[in-house]
Nanobody
Framework: EVQLQASGGGLVQSGGSLRLSCTVP????????IGWFRQAPGKERERVAC????????YYVDSVKGRFTISEDVAKKTSYLEMNNLRLEDTATYYC??????????????????WGQGTLVTVSS
């Protein structure tokens, strides 16, 4: 059973920062791309960011561009989501996931093969 382990969530004030971590089994890390999704209360799960593992290229949804940074540590088989200037609307349970990145000229998607458990991020005013 593939298990991705997300951690790092918590309570932070608006404008603050958090760093989420996702540890990935070696086989999964070496064969899939890693993404972060989130689901706010009463809303559908949405994409946040993705990293193309072989070349490290990053992809974001518009709402987090310039504030969030996705990265990878190949040696540790870990993906990070650095979140800065957090807003109230960033409050959600964040999930890491593994899949095969799909891109075209204007957009990206990550059909997910494996999900990690969520970590809750709460942004307060």
């Amino acid at each position: 059973e593939v298990q991705l382990q997300a951690s790092g969530g918590g309570l932070v004030q608006s404008g603050g920062s958090l760093r989420l971590s996702c540890t990935v089994p070696a086989f999964t890390f070496n064969h899939y791309d890693i993404g972060w999704f989130r689901q706010a209360p009463g809303k559908e799960r949405e994409r946040v960011a993705c990293i193309d593992i072989p070349d490290g290229k990053e992809y974001y949804v518009d709402s987090v561009k310039g504030r969030f940074t996705i990265s990878e540590d190949v040696a540790k088989k870990t993906s990070y989501l650095e979140m800065n200037n957090l807003r109230l609307e960033d409050t959600a349970t964040y999930y890491c996931a593994a899949g095969t990145l799909s891109t075209d000229d204007s957009d990206w998607d990550l059909p997910v093969e494996y999900w990690g458990q969520g970590t809750l991020v709460t942004v307060s005013s």
